[in-house]
């Protein structure tokens, strides 16, 4: 009689450690136990589970499972004890003394702050850089990930990022990598894209770029081109959970052995923004459960109990989050020169004038009208408004007519004197198409070079505009529309900037004043703001100084931000 083999309804558990990963495995039937541990993925080629290397992950795997079934643990215990030591040491020693653990495969001198940036990243597999704006966060990222190829670590790194500075990417690794690499900005239709990543080949470390809106529509392409590490640059771009783009990057940083975000502002609404970002960096820090982690570290009141009243359990909180992350701003870091603000006020000519406060007039009564003021609704005639001090007026058929030229006569005044008088160069920030066409007339009319970057400009020639106004030095001008190039550039051939108009976001304000303040700038940077007396124009400037979005202000308060 043939014999009848049986699979064993129990194996016993096994645990390993292999660069920087826990594998586990164990029988069928504990499956959704494995699955309760954050981090995991599946591992078809092994049969086995594998989760981020923490203590947190091996906490939860001996409290799922029975001790006595497990291994010894003190290689376990050895390699974290040896990690966290190689962390500490680096952030005791501080950037005034820190030096490389491991060579940096840079072509440039690093600041003392990115060498203590790497020390730190080079020893966790998954981190967060949250360094400021201007610090040189790329810089620290390109040494870590080169340094992982250069220790046979990956092959193959994806760069995730907005769109306006994919080709910055490009750029960036051009000037700093001393390493082998091959780099390919995936823009152009998903079609294309994809086509174009499917055919990369080339020495050394294959790198892509691409932007956030594109994961989730290539999500499987991405999967199966299978990065060995995965980099979020401004991730605070995933701090919402429930977004798709978000979820495509939770989803695809399970298939990554290292993980990396970058950011300055990983909290741009509140602490709870950490946990979308946390859940792609390592799961194992807050768990995969939004609502877990908010009833842990906030208390819900107001209608339907969706309103954050206040927060607790803070210091838990970034502890946690700093447990695998490096901070540092620019005041603390670098000595960089300091910003100097100015206002160059105007008036409105009589006629704009009038067409301004009938306006202002017709917003009030609408605003009156409704039964419901939304934030919305206010800014969106308050856009209406701040079009007039720009210059411009909506004929309400998607033609504008001019009304002004208050504004562009004070740009004028700026420009004899910076750049025709002493030669200097200058940048312009404005936000809306007709001005910027209005101070490209301007430019052409006083005989001066500029670039300009619009919405309209295709991304692959953004790179080249930035460098011309930098290298160039009969490029006096560059042009930027404030949403559009904001984010993501260095311009700091000028040390003036002039802000001809705002838009109401603090965030975009910020980022545009640190395109001029930032690493390479050896001089006072002069930020001259615009302003038309006694309109919108000041109650923007008054919101943004305090560091706050309009949006915030504007509900409760909408009558005061339409008073004169």
């Known amino acids: 009689m043939n014999a009848i083999f049986r699979r064993p309804l129990f194996r016993r558990p096994q645990m390993w450690i292999k660069e920087n990963q826990i594998f586990l495995r164990c029988d069928y039937t504990d499956k959704d136990k494995a699955k309760e541990i954050p981090g995991y993925r599946w591992n078809k080629e092994q049969k086995c589970w594998v989760y981020p290397l923490s203590v947190e992950v091996i906490r939860q795997i001996y409290a799922s499972f029975e001790p006595e079934t497990l291994p010894d643990t003190a290689m ?45 990243g080079i020893n966790l597999s998954n981190v967060a850089l949250l360094m400021e704006m201007g610090t040189g966060k790329s810089l620290t990222a390109i040494a870590i990930s080169g340094r992982r190829y250069l220790n046979d670590q990956i092959k193959k790194l994806l760069i995730v990022c907005p769109t306006s500075i994919m080709f910055v990417w490009h750029d960036e690794f051009e000037k700093f990598a001393d390493f082998p690499y091959t780099l390919l900005v995936l823009d152009g239709p998903v079609k294309k894209r994809i086509e174009r990543l499917q055919g990369l080949k080339g020495d050394g470390l294959l790198v892509s770029v691409i932007n956030y809106e594109s994961v989730w529509r290539m999500e499987d392409e991405l999967r199966k081109w299978g990065p060995d590490m995965i980099i979020a640059d401004e991730s605070q771009r995933i701090k919402t959970p429930s977004a798709q783009q978000s979820k495509a990057m939770h989803r695809l940083g399970k298939t ?116 419901v003021v939304t934030a919305a609704n206010v800014l969106s005639k308050l856009l209406r408004l701040q079009q007039i001090t720009g210059g411009f007026l909506g004929d309400g058929e998607g033609g504008t007519q001019k009304v002004s030229t208050a504004k562009l006569e004070v740009l004028k005044e700026i420009l004899e004197d910076i750049v025709i008088d002493n030669g200097k160069k200058l940048v312009i920030f404005a936000r809306f198409r007709p001005e910027i066409a209005a101070i490209e007339k301007l430019l052409q009319e006083l005989k001066i070079k500029y670039e300009c970057i619009t919405g309209d400009v295709d991304m692959s020639a953004r790179g080249e505009k930035v460098r011309s ?11 930027a529309q404030l949403q559009t190039a904001g984010l993501g550039i260095t311009l700091t051939a000028a040390d003036t900037v002039v802000f001809y108009s705002l838009d109401f976001s603090f965030a975009n304000y910020d980022q545009a004043r640190a395109r001029l303040h930032r690493i390479g700038q050896k001089n006072n940077v002069t930020n001259i703001h615009i302003i038309a007396k006694g309109t919108v124009d000041e109650k923007v400037m008054k919101a943004l100084a305090a560091k706050k979005n309009l949006a915030d202000l504007v509900v409760d308060g909408w009558r005061n931000v339409f008073e004169k």
Request: glycine share 4%; charged share 25%; aromatic share 12%.
């Open 256 to 371: 990554a052995k290292y993980r990396m975000i970058l950011t300055g502002t990983p909290v741009t609404q509140g602490p709870l923004d950490f946990f979308s970002q946390y859940k792609f960096l390592d799961p194992s820090i807050f768990g995969n459960s939004y609502y877990a982690f908010r009833a842990k570290y906030a208390v819900m009141g107001g209608y339907e109990n969706r309103q954050v009243v206040r927060y607790q359990n803070l210091p838990d909180l970034i502890e946690k989050a700093h447990s695998i992350a490096f901070r540092v701003t620019k005041a603390e870091a670098l000595d960089l020169p300091e910003q100097i603000d100015q206002i160059r006020y105007c008036e409105l000519e009589p006629k704009a004038a009038r067409i301004y406060e009938q306006m202002r007039k017709e917003c009030i009564a609408e605003l009156e009208g409704e039964k």
């Open 469 to 479: 106004f930098q290298n160039d030095p009969e490029i006096k001008v560059f042009i």
């Open 76 to 120: 376990v215990v050895d390699f974290m004890l040896a990690q966290a030591d190689r962390v500490q040491k680096a952030k005791l020693e501080g950037w005034e003394n820190a030096e490389p653990f491991e060579p940096m495969p840079i072509k440039v001198q690093p600041f003392k702050h990115q060498v203590l940036g790497y020390n730190i």
